[in-house]
DNA sequence: TTATCTGACACTAAATTAGTATCATTTATT
DNA sequence: AATAAATGATACTAATTTAGTGTCAGATAA
């Protein structure tokens, strides 16, 4: 792969997300989306807290408590859950410190990143859990029509390699 | 950060390459674009043999030796340099392996990721060491005339902050 | 009162990235 | 011929980041 894009903290969030955007309004425990996504349970678990700090999310406690998506899921940008997680969006900080650099060799490289990175930036910026959830449902429409196979995903162990990583 | 982009590799072959493109057609010795860079010597030898054995460069042996940049700067492009230290850029393992993902959620994601990957990628594929040469010789000039510091980078230790870092 | 949840947080393991060291061989110079 | 300055090859260690585990306290529904 070219270079990580994102974490496996990024990736379980946004695939929590949506379990979450699927059951809009209701609680659903770490255990289930641990099983359902083949999540590892208690990674899964500081990951929404995570998200429930950073008011994505809810959750309540005890039996039948759970996590339940807080904001609408079109106000939800794939660049939030990524900076929740990989940190914010920051230029290089050479431009930041308004000095020019040492480096000149660097400099003209990194000119060239930055300018890369804030196409990546606004690309992730645009994609929100609202569309995510929309592809899904088309996704697993025409599957269904198609008879391939079926939705849910059967492993639940935590190192299945069923699923494709991202790197 | 964002996300990494590039490895100190990828950052320290194309100031590497910066180097030798300023001296087109000599040979230059890893000890001098250690010093002038301020990279770490032994790290820069490992990387400017890659670089030999990636064609970009050959090598002369024995003293007076050193690198000297074999391929045409404008056919050098930063995403080769990637290539070589980053890994090739390869599409996600569902889409090559034609398969439909076994969990939707990580593949209406992952859609969105390769879309993504392929702009980074083309972007990369555009900038050349050519591209870059100028523009460190246009930064050079603006320098010199506004009489803001020198050209050459100062510190030779392996360890100086002074130069931003890519993260 | 019990099973099922989350909150908080400390900890370990694995993988990747960064950097160091050594020895053999080549080559220009003296 | 001897020496100094260079690369080739390759093994090794250190540092950092990422991934994953474990535990205990408290909340809540049945």
Redesign the pocket.
Same mark, same amino acid.
């Given at each position: 792969m070219l270079?990580?894009v994102?974490?496996? !903290?990024?990736?379980?969030a946004i695939r929590a997300l949506l379990v979450l955007g699927t059951h809009e309004g209701e609680?659903?425990?770490?255990?289930?989306?641990s099983q359902q996504q083949g999540?590892?349970? #208690? $990674?899964l /678990?500081?990951i929404? #807290?995570e998200l !429930?700090?950073n008011g994505l999310t809810?959750? /309540?406690?005890?039996?039948? %408590? %759970?996590?339940r998506l807080e904001k609408n899921p079109d106000a939800i940008r794939v660049r939030d859950v990524i900076e929740i $997680? #990989?940190g914010k969006v920051e230029l290089s900080e050479c431009m930041f410190r308004k000095q020019i650099c040492a480096n000149r060799a660097s400099c003209v490289l990194r000119h060239e990143i930055m300018r890369i990175e804030e196409i990546v930036s606004r690309e992730f910026g645009q994609i929100t859990l609202g569309k995510l959830l929309t592809d899904l449902t088309k996704l697993n429409a025409t599957a269904t029509m198609d008879h391939t196979d079926e939705f849910e995903i059967i492993n639940s162990g935590? &190192?299945e390699k069923t699923d494709c990583? &991202?790197?």
């Open positions: 270079m990580k994102l974490t496996k !903290n990024t990736d379980y609680y659903v425990s770490a255990r289930q989306i999540i590892p349970y #208690q $990674f /678990r500081r929404l #807290q !429930n700090k809810t959750s /309540r406690e005890g039996a039948h %408590g %759970g996590v $997680f #990989q935590s &190192h990583d &991202h790197r």
